[in-house]
């Protein structure tokens, strides 16, 4: 949903009005409001796009809970304001749910981000909700979807069924450019938008995690297709039916992770797997605190088709915590073995007290060639973004 800049900063500041009056209201109330800012390093090989160096914004957020017996009620919302893309001025609902709990069966339904997977790279089995490629390109960051569920308990456990009434098309920004503006209009196989049904199975056996899942429904990420005679790229979108599969065994010097799909797309079968260890470092435990060095392989034989650009990739990455618990790193870099293309990004947060931090990621295309059709739409494409935060 976009929204005029004069909405956007009111909701900003009613977000957090809210919150403190929330506060008196509700069991659980946390706000958390930032300054941002982007830069791109280069001009945008896009004629129509004129956001060529620095941007600045706002955004809020507020999460709150309140329980009435055995009905508990959560929501998150959040909006954003940008000065230079009015793609980046609006607003969502993260959450806004009621669940019950009787005995081992639990019901819930409003609006909710779910995450599934196991992955530090590209989570493939994480199908639930649409990503917010405005917040962030590595599909970590989610909109809210709208369902109804229920769940079953076990001693070792848990198996549940979604109902998902509604699509939400993905909203592009104007930057990250991807070689021609983004069409407002959305093209749908077969005329058809469902958000689909899904159904899952978490399971625990000692030090093995795993869980299966099925998903049909409209496919969340779209193909970009060039319309004849048009200066634009239109969003195309599949219907996709998913069987999934993600583990975790953790041995005692290796985390073992896995994450396995296997469907039906535009009348053909697909196979697409993430496979990679964790590697713990205990040397430095006097600087750092779970430093972590991770190596993943992504595979998926739809090529172009691909909901990432993650199609014979190897990922090799490093997280850790300062000593002092005040700031963590994230470092990830990517090599396509069939073009030799390269992605890299880093980032990082630092907590300056118990009310403010501060973030700060860049990311960027070391190299791209033309056969490598999503990293090559975003090789000059390159930025880096900050924000500060007050939380309470």
Known sequence: MRLLPNFSLGLLLAISCTGVAAQSLLERVNVDIAATSRYYFESTQTPQINIDD??????????????????????????????????????????????????????????????????????????????????????????????????????????GLYFLP?????????????????????????????????????????????????????????????????????????????LLFDAVYLSDSLTYKWEFKTGRELDSGFVASNIGIEYPIYALEETLQELVVIAEYVFDDRGDRAESHGQNDLFLG???????????????????????????????????NDYLRIKAKIMGVLSATADAKRLYALKNEEFAKFSFHYAF
């Open 318 to 352: 490093t997280k850790f915590e300062f000593a002092e618990n005040s700031g963590q790193i994230r470092l990830l870099y990517s090599y396509d073995m069939d073009n030799g293309s390269q992605y890299a990004e880093a980032s990082c947060q630092y907590r300056l």
């Open 166 to 242: 509604t699509f939400s098309a993905r909203q592009f920004p104007l930057r990250p450019a991807y070689g021609l503006p983004i069409s407002d209009s959305n093209h749908y196989q077969d005329n058809e938008k469902n958000g689909g049904i899904a159904a899952r199975g978490l399971f625990y056996l000692d030090d093995f995690e795993f869980a299966v899942g099925y998903f049909n429904g409209t496919r969340r990420d779209p193909l970009l297709i060039r319309q004849p005679q048009a200066g634009e790229l239109t969003p195309f979108y599949l219907q996709t039916e998913n």
């Open 54 to 159: 620095l941007a600045y914004g706002a955004r809020g957020e507020v999460m709150a809970s309140q329980r009435f017996g055995v009905v508990k009620f959560d929501a998150k919302l959040f909006a954003n304001w940008d000065s230079a893309d009015d793609h980046r001025r609006y607003a969502d609902i993260r959450q806004a749910k009621l669940s019950a709990r009787w005995g081992n069966i639990r019901a819930a339904a409003g609006v909710d981000t779910f995450f599934w997977g196991v992955s530090e790279s590209i989570n493939l089995v994480n199908v639930i909700n649409q990503s917010d490629i405005r917040e962030s390109l590595d599909s970590k960051v989610k909109q809210g979807q709208t369902f109804a569920s229920l769940s079953y308990r076990l001693d070792a456990g848990e198996i």
